[in-house]
């Protein structure tokens, strides 16, 4: 970045920062962006002219609402939740629902800032959304998270709708809840329609769904290295998260030849030095998708194995780091670490699980580096595919879903690379995602004139 540009932005940044105070996630997800944008905004004079930037750092609306629902207990609980509408100009509202105590509106516009970049990415008819709620789902039981889950739908149902908004799953999000939305928005409206994506496969749901995030990321990753002229055979590799990401991440580069060592929950990381395999994977299943237990448990199963309480896992030696859990959950230190250990690539299953200056260092470190909005595109790219089985009203098989997103996947990587190369041949992907995610909602932007 020259002087010149790094004034530029710090004065752009200097504005939003004072329209949207406090909201230290949002601004990192912004300045990631405008860092990248900036000299390419500064060569294509209609965006500047047309203010494109600062349009697009403000989303369209976000409603904000109480939900009241009452516990086992007979106590009446309050949470807040919201729907960050951030950008539909190039379709319909599209993105996850995240119930988690860390949810705040700087968390939802980070998240839905980047939605619009990564769906413009995908190739598909979709605009850029958020939301979720300060709810915490652990510890639980299945009647409260289904109050939960109808109390928050009698509002969120006005302002949802397949041609309008169409929410997902995300972190505390997963079959369970979207089905208990699912089920009474129907009710609510009447209508059987495509509102809500990763529903179950007998009300209109998706093969490949559930996997498509995790799926999707090792594709990316197995991209970026054949354009190096290598592959995922023998690599070694370590997962963070033990949740929906992690979980098929592990299982497609298993599949791949590669082998996992590690994965983690917010109690710590396992570290398997003979690999996680599909066995002991079928395991992390059951204890997390089905037993909600804790990944610590792996040890008592698999004693091989040692745990590492409130620990991440990136200072295990291995070729590639797939960071699948949560924001910020790999810092600068963790980035001189894994380059000390020789990492080769390092690609994004989670949304910004990278700090700001650890891209930069794994960036200047030449380490491929597949950013969220691409890497982790796969999951609404089926969801995507979801909406249009549903408006056809058709299944289709497995392989044809799993091609369809092997293709979008392809897709990207080649439109990261058109506007990310460097001369020296090094693909910079952060700035290719950037630009390419950007283009295509911008030129929308344009035509619709002052909107
Ligand atoms: P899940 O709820 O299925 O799993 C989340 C995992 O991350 C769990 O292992 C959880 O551990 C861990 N985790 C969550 N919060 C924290 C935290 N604050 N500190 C440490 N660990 C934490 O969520 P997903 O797998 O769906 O989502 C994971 C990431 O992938 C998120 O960044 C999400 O935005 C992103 N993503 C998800 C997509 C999807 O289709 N689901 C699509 C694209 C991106 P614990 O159980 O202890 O909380
Ligand atoms: O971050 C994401 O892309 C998701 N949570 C999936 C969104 C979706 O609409 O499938």
């Not at 939802?108 to 008819?125: A, H, I, R």
Request: proline fraction near 3%.
């Amino acid at each position: 970045m020259t002087n010149g540009v790094r004034n530029e932005v710090d004065i752009f940044m200097r504005g939003l920062i004072r329209r949207n105070p406090g909201e230290k996630e949002f601004h990192q997800a912004v300045r990631e962006v405008v860092e990248t944008l900036m000299p390419y905004v500064n060569e294509h004079r209609k965006y500047k002219d047309a203010q494109i930037l600062e349009r697009m750092t403000e989303p369209d609306r976000i409603i904000i609402f109480r939900v009241s629902w009452e516990d086992d207990k007979g106590n009446i609980r309050a949470n807040r939740a919201w729907r960050v509408q951030f950008n539909n100009s190039i379709g319909p509202y599209k993105g996850g629902l995240r119930f988690h105590p860390s949810v705040t509106q700087s968390v939802l516009k980070f998240l839905g800032f980047e939605q619009v970049f990564k769906n413009s990415l995908t190739g598909l008819p979709m605009g850029g959304a958020k939301g979720g709620s300060n709810f915490n789902p652990k510890g639980k039981s299945e009647r409260e998270v289904m109050r939960f889950c109808q109390s928050l739908m009698v509002e969120l149902h006005r302002h949802i709708g397949e041609d309008t908004d169409v929410p997902a799953g995300d972190i505390g999000v997963g079959a369970r809840e979207i089905s208990y939305l699912f089920g009474f928005y129907k009710r609510l409206e009447n209508r059987f329609t495509g509102i809500l994506t990763g529903k179950g496969l007998a009300f209109g749901g998706s093969l490949v769904r559930t996997e498509a995030t995790g799926y999707g990321c090792v594709y990316f990753c197995e991209n970026m290295l054949k354009h190096r002229g290598d592959s995922l055979q023998g690599k070694t590799c370590l997962v963070s998260g033990s949740g929906n990401v992690a979980i098929y991440t592990v299982e497609k580069a298993t599949q791949l030849g590669s082998k996992v060592l590690t994965m983690s929950d917010s109690g710590g990381f396992i570290h398997d030095p003979d690999g996680i395999d599909a066995e002991k994977l079928a395991f992390v299943k059951d204890l997390k998708e089905v037993r909600r237990g804790r990944i610590a448990e792996y040890t008592t199963k698999y004693p091989r194995a040692s745990f590492h309480e409130k620990k991440r896992p990136w200072n295990v030696p291995g070729d590639i780091a797939f960071p699948c859990a949560t924001q910020n959950e790999l810092d600068l230190q963790d980035a001189e670490q894994l380059l000390a250990n020789g990492v080769q690539a390092v690609c994004e299953g989670a949304n910004m699980p990278t700090e700001l200056d650890a891209v930069h260092a794994l960036v200047d470190g030449k380490v491929l580096f597949g950013p969220a909005k691409a890497a982790n595109a796969g999951g609404v790219a089926v969801s995507g595919l979801e909406q249009s089985q549903n408006a056809l009203r058709l299944s289709w098989s497995r392989e044809e879903v799993d091609l369809r997103l092997r293709t979008i996947m392809k897709d990207i990587h080649e439109k990261c690379i058109s506007h990310g190369e460097n001369g020296d041949g090094y693909v910079n992907y952060v700035r290719g995602a950037n630009i390419a995610g950007f283009v295509k909602v911008a030129d929308a932007m344009l035509a619709y004139g002052v909107v």
